[in-house]
């Protein structure tokens, strides 16, 4: 079956940094998604891409859907402490009945 | 207004015994899920159902056994528990249609086997 590799697994960074995770796949996506979980939450969207080599912003957010189709990289900008949480990167195809499958995730730890 | 409710949040139960979590969404989706996220945070989907059928079922032991009575509401019953069944159990929703739609989840039951 299909894998995504996310990395890294874990990223510990200072307030005002910027962050850059990205998630890469043996094979292609038509949709690349990026979701954030809190703790005792479940994971919400960030983004969604649609397109090869489309980027989207949302806020301090900035995600790409990679041309391969088998990649996708997240930014965050100028951190704050609430972006503290796991970043998760899924990928779906059309042919596939809407099944997202999840990258391992990124813990995110920002330290003020 | 929740957009995705599961009941309950918390289940602490004996090995052996059998259990439902019960899953709603009032976004008007065609299509629900059920995920397990283990205690590495592996999120992995176990079953979906899009106007109450059966469309995905992965390598799952059959002591779960979902059931849609509504496209609203996706329950999971789990006969016979076991250790290894300790995990958070996440809802989630989507609007089917030709481009795919990103899942909408709820806040998880987190299971405890005793």
């Known amino acids: 079956g299909q894998q995504l590799n996310q990395s890294p697994q874990s990223m510990f960074i200072q307030e005002g940094e910027d962050v850059s995770m990205n998630c890469t796949s043996s094979?292609?996506?038509?949709?690349w998604l990026w979701y954030k979980q809190d703790p005792g939450e479940g994971p919400v969207l960030l983004i969604a891409?649609?397109?090869?080599?489309e980027l989207t912003s949302n806020g301090r957010l900035t995600a790409q859907f990679g041309i391969t189709r088998k990649d996708s990289f997240l930014n965050i900008s100028a951190s704050i402490p609430s972006d503290v949480g796991i970043y998760f990167c899924?990928?779906?195809?059309?042919?596939?009945?809407?099944?997202?499958?999840f990258g391992d995730g990124t813990t995110l730890t920002v330290k003020p | 207004d929740t957009a995705v409710s599961q009941t309950p949040k918390y289940l602490v139960t004996q090995m052996g015994n059998d259990k439902s979590i019960k899953c709603e969404q009032n976004?008007?989706?065609?299509?629900m899920y059920w995920y397990k996220q283990d205690s590495k945070k592996f999120l992995k989907i176990m079953f979906s159902?899009?106007?109450?059928?059966?469309?995905i079922n992965e390598t799952v032991p059959n002591r779960f056994s979902p059931k849609s009575p509504d496209k609203a509401h996706l329950n999971l019953h789990i006969n016979s528990l076991e250790l290894g069944d300790s995990a958070v159990y996440f809802c989630?929703?989507?609007?089917?249609?030709?481009?795919?739609?990103?899942?909408?989840f709820g806040d998880g039951t987190r299971l405890s086997i005793l």
């Open positions: 159902y899009n106007n109450k059928e059966l469309i």
């Open positions: 976004l008007g989706h065609d299509t």
């Open positions: 899924a990928g779906q195809l059309i042919t596939n009945a809407g099944k997202s499958t």
């Open positions: 989630a929703s989507s609007q089917g249609g030709v481009r795919n739609q990103p899942q909408h």
């Open positions: 094979s292609i996506f038509n949709t």
């Open positions: 891409l649609y397109k090869a080599g």
